[in-house]
C-alpha cells in the first residue's frame, strides 16, 4: 500500500471497528517440530551486553524515548575529525560535497509562519514528523517547528541542536546504501527549565497554531484504568499552581488558559505518539486536570480546542556513537546527534484543526482522513504490540538487536503466532491486505541496516502493553477466542520486570524516573529477598508496583493471586478479573518458572501450532509437558500456511461484513 492510493470512510469508534470480524473462526496452524540443538541460547549474546553498553555510552532515558548523551556522542573521533561540522554557514560546503541533501529554503523564524511548537524534541520526532514538515518547507510551504524542552534531561538535546542551528542529520536505511538528509524545520528551540513564562507566553502567542507532541504513553500521566494520575508527581505540582506547570499536560493548560484570558483562539493539540485515540486520551488528560484546576477553562477547552488523533510509523533505533562516526564518513558531516531511521515511514492524521488551519500533510506523502482508528488499531495492535512482545521473549534468550532476534526460528514463530490471535481483532483497512502488512513488518523488523536494540523495545512495557495488548485481550475473552500467545507474551513481560536473567544478571528497565525508582529497586529487588545480591537497575515508571509483584509470581510456587495482581497493575481491573486470562498466564508463568523461557517458546510451537503433544488442564491451570512424546529431531519450519489460513479467513469475514 502507498499512502497516496489508500482511502477509509468513516466509522465513530476504535472499539466498533475491531469487533466487526467476529465471523473469523479458529483456525489450526500446523508446523514441524523442532530441532532442540537447532533452538540453543545464542551465547555469543552475553546477559549482560546490553548493561555494559550502556554504561559504556553514558546511556540515559528522555521524555519520548531513550537518548544516547550527547556529550559522549560529540566525542571526536577519526571520522568526525574528517567532517564538516554541521551549521547554517556550512550547508553549502556539505551539499557541494554531493553525500548529503540540505536545506534550500530561508531558516530564519518571521511573522510569517505559522508555528508549530513541539514538546519532546527526540529521535522519532526529528526522523517523522520534522522531515514531513522540512520537505513541506522545501515546496515552499510557511510552516516551521520550535522545539520545546520541558524536562531537566531536554538540555542536552537542546544544547546539541543550538551547537549546529537546530540542524540535524537523518540516515535513511534500508536494503540500499543511506540516503542523508539534513533537516532544517526547527527554527528555534525553547528550554522552558531556563525561563517557563517565556515558554508559556511562545506557546500562548497567536502565531502559534499547533502544538504537537511526542512524550510517550508515560507522558501523558494517566492510571492503568485510563485516567488522569492525580498523584503522579508532575500532575501534583500542576495542580498546586496551573500557571506554574511541570508536566507536558500542565504546560498545554497553563498555555489555552492564556489564551482563553486574552480572548484568542486556541492552537490546536496534535498527539503523535502510539497510543490507542491518541488525540482523545491528550484531550481527556487536559480535560481532567483542567477541570481540577478551573471548570470554567476546562468548559472551553471541551467547546473550543481540537485533539486530532494521528497514526505514526516509522522504526528508529536509539543513536549510538558508531552511528555519528558511519554519519561523519557517509554524510561526510559532523553532527552532535543524528537520527538513523528505516526507510519507510507514514502518517495519518485526522483532519480536525482550528478553522481548518493545518499543514498541507498530503502534498508529502501523508493521509488526511476523517477517520484515523482502522490504521491506528491495525497499526498499534500488530507493530507496536509485535514489537512489545518480541522483546521480552528475545531479551531472556539472551538477544541484544532485533535483527538477530528476527533470525532466530523461536522467535518468529513466536511473533507469527502472536500476529495471528491478534490479526482477528484488528477491522479491516481499505486497500491493505493485513497477511501482506504482517509480512512486511517481519522484514522492517529484520531490517540489519538499522540494528534496533530489544532493550529500545521493551522499555516503558507498563505503558506499551496497556495501549496495545489490553484492548484485543478483552475482544479475544469476548468472542471466546485462543489467547494462548498473548498470555505468553504477558508471562514473559512479568519475568523480564524481576529485574534479573536466567542466569542471575541484572536487567536495566529503563525509564527517566531513575532518580527516583533506582533507590527503591535496590532496596526492594534484590533475589529471593537476599538483600547481599547484585544491584538491580530499574527504572520503569511502575517499576516500584510491578517488580515486587513480578517476583512473587515468578517465585516457586507462585500463586494465582499475585499474577492477578501483576495483570491488575499492567492493564487494569477488567482484564484482572478474567479467569480464563488468568489461568493461561499462570499456565505459561509455572512453565518458565520451572524450565526457562526458551522451554515455553519451544513448547508453543507445539501447544499453539500443533496441539498434539502437551495437555492444558483449564480447571487446574496446570500445565502438563511430556517432553518424551516431542520429536526434537526434526528442524522447525516457518508457519507460512498460517498466514495464508488467517488472511482466506480475513477475506471470507470482510465478505461477511458486506453482505
Request: proline residues 5%; aromatic residues 6%; hydrophobic residues 40%.
Amino acid at each position: 500500500m502507498t499512502a497516496s492510493t489508500a482511502h477509509v470512510g468513516h466509522v465513530p469508534q476504535i472499539a466498533q471497528q475491531c469487533r466487526r470480524r467476529t465471523s473469523i473462526t479458529k483456525r489450526r496452524v500446523a508446523a514441524a517440530p523442532h530441532s532442540r540443538d537447532s533452538l540453543k541460547l545464542n551465547k555469543r549474546f552475553t546477559p549482560n551486553t546490553f548493561a555494559k553498553n550502556a554504561r559504556a555510552l553514558n546511556v540515559t532515558a528522555s521524555s519520548n524515548n531513550q537518548q544516547v548523551n550527547a556529550a559522549t556522542l560529540s566525542q571526536p573521533t577519526a571520522q568526525t575529525q574528517k567532517a564538516l561540522r554541521l551549521s547554517q554557514s556550512r550547508l553549502g560546503d556539505i551539499a557541494a560535497s554531493g553525500k548529503a541533501t540540505v536545506p534550500s529554503y530561508p531558516r530564519t523564524l518571521t511573522p510569517d509562519h505559522n508555528v508549530m511548537i513541539h514538546l519532546g524534541v527526540g529521535g522519532f520526532f526529528r526522523s517523522h514528523q520534522a522531515l514531513y514538515v522540512h520537505r513541506l518547507l522545501e515546496r515552499g510551504g510557511n510552516w516551521a517547528f520550535v522545539g520545546m524542552g520541558l524536562m531537566d534531561f531536554d538540555f542536552k538535546m537542546y544544547d546539541a541542536l543550538k551547537s549546529q542551528d537546530y540542524l540535524y542529520t537523518v540516515a535513511s536505511k534500508g536494503d540500499h546504501d543511506p540516503e542523508y538528509t539534513v533537516v532544517g524545520s526547527i527554527l528555534d528551540f525553547v528550554y522552558a527549565p531556563d525561563d517557563k513564562q517565556a515558554a508559556l507566553e511562545r506557546m500562548a502567542d497567536p502565531q502559534t497554531k499547533l502544538v504537537t507532541l511526542t512524550i510517550t504513553e508515560k507522558g501523558y500521566c494517566y492510571t492503568s484504568d485510563g485516567d488522569l494520575d492525580l498523584s503522579n508527581r508532575y500532575v501534583m505540582e500542576d495542580l498546586k499552581d496551573i500557571t506554574n506547570p511541570v508536566s507536558a499536560i500542565g504546560f498545554i493548560v497553563a498555555a489555552l488558559r492564556l489564551r482563553k484570558e486574552r480572548g484568542q483562539k486556541p492552537f490546536t493539540v496534535l498527539s503523535c505518539d502510539n497510543m490507542p485515540e491518541n488525540g482523545l486520551v491528550a484531550k481527556k488528560m487536559c480535560m481532567q486536570l483542567a477541570e481540577a484546576a478551573d471548570p470554567a477553562l476546562a468548559a472551553w477547552i471541551q467547546r473550543e480546542v481540537p485533539f486530532p488523533l494521528s497514526m505514526v510509523d516509522r522504526i528508529t533505533p536509539v543513536t549510538t556513537a558508531s552511528d555519528i562516526d558511519d554519519v561523519a564518513a557517509g554524510a561526510g558531516v559532523e553532527d552532535a546527534w543524528p537520527v538513523v531511521a528505516e526507510d519507510f515511514m507514514q502518517w495519518v492524521v485526522e483532519d480536525n484543526f482550528v478553522d481548518g488551519l493545518r499543514p498541507a500533510y498530503e502534498e508529502v506523502g501523508a493521509l488526511v482522513v476523517e477517520d484515523v482508528m482502522p490504521y491506528e488499531c491495525m497499526k498499534l495492535r500488530l507493530l507496536n504490540g509485535g514489537h512489545s512482545a518480541l522483546s521480552y521473549a528475545a531479551y531472556l534468550l539472551g538477544h541484544r538487536e532485533v535483527h538477530a532476534a528476527l533470525a532466530d526460528p523461536r522467535i518468529r514463530t513466536f511473533l507469527r503466532c502472536y500476529f495471528a490471535e491478534v490479526d482477528t481483532t484488528v477491522p479491516a483497512v481499505r486497500g491493505v491486505n493485513l497477511a501482506e502488512y504482517q509480512e512486511t513488518l517481519i522484514r522492517r523488523f529484520s531490517n540489519e541496516n538499522i540494528r534496533d536494540q530489544v532493550q529500545r523495545l521493551a522499555q516503558d512495557g507498563s505503558a506499551k502493553l496497556y495501549n496495545t495488548m489490553r484492548d484485543p485481550i478483552l475482544e479475544l475473552l469476548a468472542a471466546d477466542r485462543p489467547l494462548e500467545t498473548v498470555a505468553l507474551a504477558a508471562a514473559l513481560y512479568g519475568r523480564y520486570m524481576t529485574g534479573d536473567d536466567e542466569e542471575g544478571e541484572p536487567i536495566i528497565i529503563l525509564d527517566p524516573a531513575a532518580e527516583t525508582l533506582t533507590p527503591l529497586a535496590r532496596d526492594m529487588f534484590a533475589v529471593g529477598g537476599d538483600q547481599e545480591s547484585t544491584p538491580i537497575i530499574i527504572l520503569d515508571p511502575a517499576a516500584e508496583t510491578l517488580t515486587p509483584l513480578a517476583r512473587d509470581m515468578f517465585a516457586v510456587g507462585g500463586d494465582q493471586e499475585s499474577t492477578r495482581a501483576f495483570l491488575h497493575a499492567v492493564f487494569g481491573t477488567e482484564v484482572s478479573q478474567s479467569e480464563e486470562l488468568l489461568c493461561a498466564v499462570e499456565r505459561w508463568a509455572g512453565l518458565v518458572r520451572e524450565r526457562g523461557a526458551a522451554a515455553a517458546l519451544e513448547l508453543l510451537c507445539d501447544v499453539h501450532v500443533s496441539s498434539g503433544d502437551v495437555s492444558l488442564a483449564t480447571e487446574s491451570c496446570q500445565i502438563t509437558y511430556d517432553e518424551s512424546n516431542l520429536d526434537f529431531a526434526t528442524p522447525m519450519v516457518e508457519v507460512s500456511p498460517m498466514v495464508v489460513e488467517v488472511s482466506e479467513a480475513a477475506a471470507e469475514a470482510s465478505a461477511d461484513v458486506a453482505m
